[in-house]
C-alpha cells in the first residue's frame, strides 16, 4: 500500500502536470493536517510541497521568457504593417539601433497609476530585458528623461552617481552588462509617452550629433505613436458599435418575437380550460418542446420532445425553481421555471428552446410560465389540489394544543376524504442545512403522493401518513429527502396512531425522539421511537435516570459544577477519540498536558478502575443520558421541569 507521501507526490506530479493553482498544493497539505499525518510525515509533505511549488514557479518564470520571446518574434513579422502600435514601436527600436550602431534598443510607457514603467518593445540580443519586465518608475535613468523632457546619457550606467539608483533596474542592467545607455522622451505636444533607450556593452561617450539625431527621432517617433494609438482607438470604437448595434437590432427582434407569443399565449389561455393548448403552441413558436406539471407533480401537457425525466429528476428540478423563484437552466440545456400566482406555488414548466432563441437564456421560460400560470389558477381553484391548505389547517388542529374535541376532527377530516381511524404515522424531518425553500416543496408533493397531510415549521417538516411502520416511513423520508437537499437530514418517527388524541402523542413522541437522536449525535440519520429501545426506555419519566447518572458520574459533574472546569466535556472527547489523550486535547483545542492532568483528576473522583469496559461503558451511557437528560427538560413547560426536579425523578 503506498504511504501518503507516496500518493502526495502523485498528486504534485499532477499538479505540476495541470499547472494547478498554488492553492492545490495548499490543501494537500492541509487535508492531511486535519486528517490527523504525524509530525514526521507532515515535514515530509511540506517539503514536497514547497520543492513543487519551487519547481512550479520555475516554469511559470520560464513560460514568461518564452512569452516575451515569441512576442518578440511575432512583432518582427508585423513590420510590414507600419500602422500597428506594436509593428511602429518595432520600427522605431530596429531603426534607433541601427542608427547609433549600439547593441541594444527598447522602449519603455509609464504605468501612472501604479508608479512603475513596463518594457513595451526591445530590439538586440537580450537576456533579463524582455518585453513586460516591470521597473521601478521613480529611479533610473528614465526618471531623469521624463522628470525634464530632454535626452540623458550616460557612458558608464552603474558608475555614474548622477543618477538616482535602483536596486531592481541595476540588476538588469549587470545582467546584460550594460554600459553606455541614453534615453530620449517620446512625447507629443509636451505630453510624455514613453522613453527610447539605446544602449551598448561597452563605454562609450555619446557623440553631439548622436544625441541630436536621437532627440529628432524621438519627437518624430511621438507623433507616429499618438496617431498609431488613436487609430487603433478609433478602430475598435467603430469596430464595437458595430457589434453593438448588431446584437442590439438581433436581440429587440427576438424579444418581439417572444412578446408577440406571449399575446397569443394569453388568448389560448383564456380560451382554454388547460394548459395544453399554450403548451403546444409554445413548443411549436419556440422551435423546442415543454412539459407542464401541477403543484403534486402530475404531468398536465406535453408538446415536443423532451428528456424522459424520473420523478425524482423532476421533484429535484421543481424544488429548485420554486425556491429560486426564477427559471433555472438543467444540465442538458433546459429550462425549468415556477409557475406561481403571488406567493401559491401552482406548477413547474420544463421548456426547450430552439437554437436561435438561446442567448435570450430565461426570458422565455420566464414569460410561458407566467401565461401558464392562468389556466392553472383555475384549475387550482376548481380541483381537489385546493383543498391543500384546509389540509395544512387540519394538521395544524391536530398537533395544536390545547386540541379541539377529537369527534370535530375526526368528522372534519371524513369531509376531506381523510379517514383518522386509519393507522398513521407521524415523520419529522431536520434539515441539518439551510433548505432555501426547497422543504416546504417537497413536503407538498410528498404527501400528496403519499394521501398524507404536511407541516412546514421553524425548519422542521412534519409528515401524517397513512401505515402502521414508522421505522419504515423516515427510512423512507430519509432516502429521498437527503439527495434532493444536497445535505444531511435527521428524521425522526412515532406511530402508529389511530385517533385525533393518539396523533397528538405520537407528533410529541417524534420530537422527542428527534432531541434523543441530537443529543446521541445520531444527525443525518433516521430513527423511530421504538428504535430508541434501551434508551427510550431510560428516558421515561417513572424511571430513576436521574440516579443512575448522579451514581455513575455524580463526582464528576459536582466537581464541574462547583469549580466551573470541564472534566466531563473532557471525558465525552476522550470516549470519542479512542481513549486517545492526544486526540481529546487536539478536539477540546487545549494542551495534551491538560488533558492527562484532567484524566488524573478524574481517576481521583471516580476511582483507578474508571477504563475498565464495564466501568467505562456506564460512564460513556451516563454521560449521554445526562445530556439526553438535559435536552428534555428543556422541551417541557417550567412548571412541569420544576416539578421533576423536586421528585428526582
Known sequence: MQSRTEMAAFSVLEFL???APVQQFEDLVEEARQGGVRDEEMARLERLKRLGLSIRSQARRRQQREAGLAALVDTARDLAMPYDLDSLLK???????LLIGVDMSYISYTDEKEGYVYIRTSDGHTSTLSVGLRL??????GSSVLRNPSPFWTADYLADERISHSKAIDEVVRAEGLHAIMGVPLSHRNHPLGVLYVADRNIRQFSTDEIALMSSLGDLAGVAIEKAQLLDQASATVSSLEQHTSLT???LHLTHEVNELQSRLIELALGSSDASGPAREAATRLGGAARVYNATGTLLAAAGELPGYDESTVVSASMDAHAARTPLQLPDGSWVAPICAGQTGLGTLFLRTGERLAELAAEPARLVAQVLAIPLLLEHNRSAVAVGQVDDELLDELLATPQRPPQ???LRARRLGIDLGRPHVVVVARPEGEAHGKLATWSSLYAHRQSGLKRVQNGLAVLLLPGTDPAAAARAVLEELTPLLG??????????????TSVFHSHQEALRCLDVMTSMGATGRSASAAELGFFGVLLADNHDVDGFVDSTIGPVLDYDQQRMTELARTLIAYFETGNSPTYAAQQLHVHTNTVARRLERISELLGADW???ERAFEIQLALRLSRIRRALLARRPADEVDEVERSGS
Open 487 to 500: 445535505h444531511q437530514v435527521t428524521v425522526s418517527s412515532a406511530g402508529p396512531a389511530s385517533d385525533p
Open 249 to 251: 437590432e438581433h436581440r
Open 91 to 97: 520600427v522605431i527600436t530596429r531603426r534607433a539601433r
Open 408 to 410: 370535530q376532527l375526526v
Open 17 to 19: 502536470a495541470a499547472e
Open 136 to 141: 521601478p518608475g521613480a529611479e533610473g535613468l
Open 611 to 613: 477504563q475498565k469496559p
